[in-house]
């Protein structure tokens, strides 16, 4: 055990207070990026709906993070190719990406840029709205297979799905599904763990509503059918140590923050921010700088070189003990 002989002995350190050390006075763990792989763009946290234990508390009232543009967007696309990062994908996420006024260009930029693109959605009235149905279309037929949209369906039976996101919801995101495989789109399913249920049941409960409507998902693929381990902010949990990865059999190269950033513009803020993940959009500690080279070098605190270091409950909740990852 590596103990930490700056800290006096009496000075008690509460669980993911010390950005270096845990409560148990051993080294914090720390993912450093391999390769910038996802690149996401948090378009803003205002939803139409409020679920029970949204990731980041969207709402139609969460303004937290504004909108952000086309042209905002586009500054770290350039950067992307100035910098010659080799980044694969651009990931949409919110609140719900398809209130945001400029999502169309937004998410047609990126797609002419040569990127692949995730949209994460919940399919409901904002993607439903004539133009944005237009829109869509048009980029499918230009873009094709390069566009893919990930639909959140908590669960595979509507009473649990709609115990999270609200009443009258199941049937709306279904016909959201349903109008989307129809018309050819490339389709994913987002769901949670968080029902006493195995993956393998889930996966199979899935699989049979996927065949019932003829959508063009694989519940077997992970990619296609993404099972994220629930969040829960009153659950105590453990600390992430150096040596866990040798005790857990991980590796930090397989954490999200090793293969991905995300950009979020806070309201009232005068540009967008880096931040490590998808998970962790306001607190200002984790606050990287406002373009990618600066998140590469953001040092002290959070931070030792662009490498993140474990300090939130998220990060071992979500990533190193549920195994979950966004992209």
Known sequence: MSLDTSLPPQQALQKFEHPDWTAGRERRAAVALGRLDTLWINTGTLCNITCQNCYIESS?????????????????????????????????????????PQILGLVEDALARGFDVLVLTNAMQPMQRPRIKGGLLDLNRRFGVRLT???????????????????????????GLDWLAGNGFRIAIAGRTCWDECEADAR?????LISRHGWRIDPTNRAEL???PEMNDRHDVPE?????????????????CATSRMVVKRKAAARPTVVPCTLIPYDPQFDMGST??????????????????????????FCVLGGGSCS
Request: proline fraction near 3%; charge should be neutral.
């Open 292 to 317: 990618l080279a600066d998140a590469s070098k953001a040092d002290g605190g959070m931070f030792s070189a662009g490498a993140v270091k474990l300090c939130h409950p998220h990060c071992s909740k």
């Open 60 to 100: 139609p009232s969460n303004d937290r993070l504004a909108y952000i543009t086309r042209d905002e967007a586009s500054a770290f696309y350039d950067e992307i190719a100035a910098r010659r990062l080799g980044t694969r994908e651009i990931g949409f996420t919110g609140g719900e990406p398809f209130m945001n």
């Open 226 to 228: 993404v099972l994220l």
């Open 240 to 256: 992430i140590t150096a040596r866990c990865w040798t005790i857990l059999h991980k590796s930090p190269g397989d954490m999200m």
């Open 204 to 208: 199979v409960g899935y699989g049979q």
């Open 149 to 175: 949209l990930r639909v959140s369906l908590d669960h595979h039976g509507q009473a649990l799905h709609e115990a999270e996101r609200g009443q009258r919801t199941w049937a709306k995101a279904i016909a």
